[in-house]
């Protein structure tokens, strides 16, 4: 399992579709495999979060993690091995159209085995509350990075719980802190893309 | 003192007789609905139209800088004459294409332009030099920066600040393969950010040449940037940045050096402290904007660690305290910055990047204001 985890932190995806295949040969299953890549995406996520590692190693382990599970994909579900820890949408507040930051949560929370609704960028409450309504969640992601885009995400916020008060919120972004996440009545905040995982993960267990 | 003296004091690590204070260049000037309001708030009946299409902002005008006690005066590149901002409403909003050929818009949500498409995403380095570069040499650049600069320099009033980062070599090179691939790229196809930035930069010098050839003997300082850091820590890592940036920077330096005396101002947004020895060692005199809430960016760490070698220039918290706080608040922010990075000199202040929509009138005058009532030597014993 060691050559599929280095395959993950190379970011060379047709490394780890090709050790994949080598290992689902001499039999491992594709649950294992899954969860052997999503740790090792895991280690590299702390890594980030320590310091150690950056942008650039963070989004290529990502991505080959997505190609490691699409190419998993048919086996897993095929075993009934595909489910899912949860249910997470995402979305660039109102007046914001950075994405980098948001879309690497969204690829690692799809790494990790949640199944990821991207709203994109830009997204009004509206918008939010409609594809609330239409996907049911389990966790809701809000991300700004712009100082005059974090009242939108205040609204956001709060006309989610106040039409959907069970409905579980974690923000994020460089202007957002724990104090702000608190003060607009969001049910969590995670500094970086790594560490919101486990946020989440936590949320959903709470449940 | 005059403003001149007073800033070069202070850049020179020396005590001027107040500290000095800066409004006007590519990253330390004001939203353009901002500042109108600090027009109506002054009684000024009039309405400045937008100076930097992309971020919206003005080129705030004498009397105001005059009335906020600014102490730098800049000189802007011309308009090209190649290039026109011409946007067009398209469904998403204002579309237009830059001179380099990346594509931004303005939704009706959102305050200013943001890049949307990446003309080189897809380019393999043999792409590259087939690609339509914009001319470095337009000579709609020089359209009155030999005036400006000469005059500004013959006055001897103000700091005489050459705004020429034209968006810095290093950005432009994301911007053209889109920030996400860029960075894959970094990891994965190393060749290709070498041949990128190889190219960007060139360009980059035969634009300080086409300027500098004109202005540079009246420049005080040169305006140079590239964002490497975010609000944790650098985007790359310091090997990353030691490969890939360091020796370009100080490519840079080393041809502004052979044009002008002018000091070398470098933005870098972030969590910048793990390079700031390198930036000393490339020969940056001044680091801005102190982006003071990010990891590691405290004002008075910076200065205990670099201050004797690396001026500071901004400072004011933007994340926080200018848009939500009150003028109290920004003045107790002033405090603190003036308190940690003020003593010996080597400290510009202005707000951590432009001034956003959002902040009140009041708030930017508590700025100005307070500087001028905390900042003057020898500092308050109850500062």
Sequence with gaps: MEKLRATIKSGDGGAVKAELDVLSGQGHGARELLDEMIESLREVGEAFSRGDAFIPEMLIAARAMQAGADHLGPELIKTSSDSKIGKFMIATVSGDLHDVGKNLVALIFKGNGFDVVDLGVDVSADIIMAAYAENQPDIVGLSALLTTTMGAMEEAVRALKAKYPDAKVMVGGAPVTQEFAVRIGADAYAPDAALAVEVARKLISAR | ?383
Aim: aromatic letters at 10%; a negative charge; proline letters at 5%.
């Design chain 2, 1 to 383: 003192m005059n403003s001149k003296e007073r800033f070069l004091a202070a850049i020179n690590h020396e005590v001027p007789d107040r500290v000095p204070l800066d409004l006007g260049g590519w990253v330390t000037t004001i939203s353009s609905i901002a500042y109108n309001k600090v027009l109506k708030h002054l009684g000024i009946n009039r309405e400045c139209q937008v100076f930097d299409w992309l971020r919206q902002t003005v080129d705030p005008e004498e009397d105001v800088l005059e009335r906020l006690g600014v102490d730098t005066r800049y000189v802007h590149i011309g308009k090209p004459k190649s290039w026109k901002f011409a946007p067009k409403q398209t469904e998403r909003g204002l579309y237009v294409v830059d001179e380099w050929g990346c594509g931004f818009v303005k939704t009706p949500t959102t305050l200013y332009y943001n890049l949307i498409d990446s003309p080189l995403a897809k380019a393999g380095i043999g792409d590259l030099d087939a690609y339509a570069w914009p001319d470095p040499r337009d000579p709609g650049y020089l359209d009155g920066i030999a005036e400006r600069a000469g005059k500004l320099a013959e006055e001897g009033r103000y700091a005489v600040i050459g705004d020429f980062a034209w968006e810095t070599w290093y950005e432009r090179a994301w911007k053209l393969r889109g920030m996400e691939q860029f960075y894959m790229d970094m990891a994965l196809n190393r060749d290709f950010i070498h041949a990128i930035l190889d190219k960007t930069l060139e360009l980059h010098l035969e634009f300080l040449d086409h300027v500098l050839s004109a202005c540079g003997e009246y420049l005080d300082v040169v305006i140079q940037g590239g964002d490497l850091a975010g609000q944790k820590t650098t985007l790359m890592s310091p090997a990353d940045y030691r490969e890939f940036v360091k020796p370009r920077q100080a490519k840079a330096i080393e041809f502004i050096r052979s044009k002008t005396q002018a000091k070398i101002f470098y933005h870098t947004c972030g969590a910048a402290s793990s390079l700031i020895p390198d930036f000393i060692d490339v020969g940056i005199d001044i680091l801005n904007p102190v982006q003071v809430r990010a990891h590691g960016m405290d004002a008075k760490g910076l200065k205990d660690r670099f201050g004797d070698k690396i001026c500071f220039w901004g400072g004011v918290d933007s994340q926080q305290v200018l848009p939500t706080g009150s003028p109290a608040d920004v003045e107790s922010e002033v405090r603190d910055l003036v308190r940690a990075m003020a003593p010996g000199g080597g400290l510009v202040v202005c707000p951590v990047h432009n001034i956003q929509a959002d902040v009140s009138p009041e708030n930017v005058l508590a700025l100005y204001d307070s500087v001028a009532k905390w900042g003057t030597y020898p500092l308050p014993q109850d500062i």
